[in-house]
């Protein structure tokens, strides 16, 4: 009997908890291909993992980059909104972090989207990558 090499396995995957009183973002975006449409979302959790909020909207055409970065700054504007004052934010985009905690160098002119979430960042937040 042959088995094929793309057998179906689970994998499981759990988040850590934000501290006592802190509430957690988990953004991402998505891409395809140059002729799909991008999207972005994520989920606000409190520190007991409970769901508080989610969002997800369709961008347009744009590249993977640029779909992190959406999903970012939407989630952190969905997050202001809660008037919640300590927040983890989990992306796996390891660049677009660097950007924003400016722990890279890059010429050029700092992309729009980035100089928004900036200043989104202006309560007590952590930033990691997932």
Known sequence: MHKSPHQNETIYIGCMRPPIGWIKLNCYGAWKGSD????????????????????????????????????????LDVTWRLNNTH??????????IDMITE????????????????????????ISHT
């Open 103 to 126: 722990n890279c160098n890059f010429s050029g002119t700092t992309p729009t989207l980035v100089r928004r979430i900036r200043k989104l960042l202006s309560w007590t937040i952590k």
């Open 36 to 75: 799909t449409l991008a999207g972005c979302g994520g989920l606000i959790r409190n520190s007991n993992g409970k769901w508080i909020k989610d969002y997800f909207t369709q961008i347009g055409m744009c590249d993977v980059f640029h779909a992190e970065m959406w999903g970012m700054c939407l989630g």
């Open 87 to 96: 927040l983890v934010v989990e992306s796996d985009s390891n660049i677009l």
